[in-house]
């Protein structure tokens, strides 16, 4: 199954913000802060700038192989048994990512909102929600991101402006934390939430310049990454290291200790969780519809739609298997660290080998395209 090339390079930008910015939005300075107390908005940095290694990695990968996934690519380079080893991985991860990223959004809802839901509710309606989306094509796919991305983006920015009225420059103080030892754990769990990312090996075969692949990832990394290092920049400097280590979601508080002028609004966590839920959405929809249309690549089918409900049980099972919220973020840590094997390890030998084999795919138009979906 191939699509027709209609996807721009701004569309390609927004569909990387959006689905970066999702449900690690919420813990995103607790896991700075422990890592290198005032030293948070270094080892954010330092962790975009990581994640950016291996989303180049994606997109110079993609524009030599212009016309296939990674999943198809990587049978030209390594073979095909090796080649299915590895998209068996990234299939089992992105599915794993996806419960995660379903049972987080379940235990900040039940906790903050909706506090006599079962549990198990809000994760089955937004798995539920994500998998009913996955049946559109990869062009809807685009529209989709593309409509939510200034509602995501905007509302951000305007919480981070407005809360560094009440910030304190000597909460940043050193740049480098009294702890710089943990600061490469701490940089490679940010690195992890940009995993997302990935989804751009999807994106190129569907870009209508392919070869403009790495000008959208500089976009998007530029805009996410940018988002991050201020969200936890104004953490910081509101309530100090210290005190952002004993709250359990700081953006939600940051959110909850800011007002629009003239006390319009008293808080703004009510109308930021809200914004929260589309960036979940966005977050899951794209790491599910990785997940099947990888399914599809490797199986040589033409169509991924058959693949969208009969993943949903298992997804939904893994999501609740974490006993309770301690042990789920333990293994969104450890399971994020592990999957930059995945996402930046596997890619860098990929692109070795490819350009020592001079391995390379055909040019945009030598491969007739299928324009439906």
Do not use: C
């Not at 009225?165 to 000597?170: P, Q």
């Not at 710089?180 to 701490?186: F, Q």
């Not at 319009?264 to 099947?292: M, N, P």
């Amino acid at each position: 199954m191939e699509t027709s090339r209609q996807i721009t390079v701004i569309q390609a930008a927004a569909i990387l913000v959006s689905t970066i910015i999702g449900v690690g939005v919420l813990p995103l300075p607790l896991f700075a802060v422990r890592a290198a107390d005032s030293g948070a908005p270094l080892v954010t940095l330092l962790g975009t700038a990581v994640a950016f290694v291996g989303l180049a990695l994606i997109a110079w990968l993609g524009m030599r192989f212009p016309n296939k996934s990674i999943i198809q690519y990587s049978e030209d380079i390594i073979g095909k048994w090796l080649a299915w080893i590895g998209s068996v991985f990234i299939i089992v991860f992105f599915a794993e990512l996806t419960a995660l990223a379903a049972r987080e959004f379940g235990e900040v809802v039940v906790t903050s909102v909706l506090k006599k839901t079962p549990l198990e509710v809000t994760v089955i309606v937004m798995l539920l929600l994500a998998a009913i989306s996955t049946r559109n094509d990869i062009t809807t796919f685009a529209y989709i991101h593309n409509f939510y991305f200034p509602a995501l983006l905007g509302p951000g920015l305007l919480i981070v402006a407005l809360s560094l009225k009440n910030a304190e420059v000597i909460n940043l103080e050193p740049i480098w934390g009294n702890e710089p030892s943990g600061m490469v754990g701490g940089m490679f769990t940010i690195a992890a939430l940009f995993q997302g990312s990935f989804v751009l090996t999807m994106i190129i075969p569907a870009m209508r310049r392919p070869e403009k692949a790495m000008k959208a990832s500089v976009w998007g990394m530029l805009i996410a990454g940018g988002l991050y290092i201020t969200i936890v920049v104004a953490t910081v400097s509101v309530f100090g290291a210290e005190e952002s280590k004993l709250l359990l979601w700081p953006t939600l508080e940051l959110a909850k200790a800011t007002s629009l002028p003239a006390n319009i609004l008293e808080r703004l966590d009510a109308a930021f969780l809200a914004v929260w839920v589309t960036a979940v959405f966005t977050t899951l929809f794209s790491s599910y519809f990785l997940t099947i249309h990888s399914m599809s690549k490797l199986f040589r089918l033409r169509d991924h739609r058959m693949f969208s409900f009969f993943l949903l049980p298992i997804v939904f099972v893994l999501a609740m298997l974490p006993q309770n919220m301690i042990h789920m973020y333990e293994i969104i840590q450890n399971v994020g660290r592990i999957g930059l094997f995945i996402t930046i390890a596997y890619p860098a030998v990929l692109l070795a080998i490819s350009l020592i084999r001079k391995k390379r795919g055909d040019p945009v138009g030598d491969k007739p395209m299928d324009p439906g979906v």
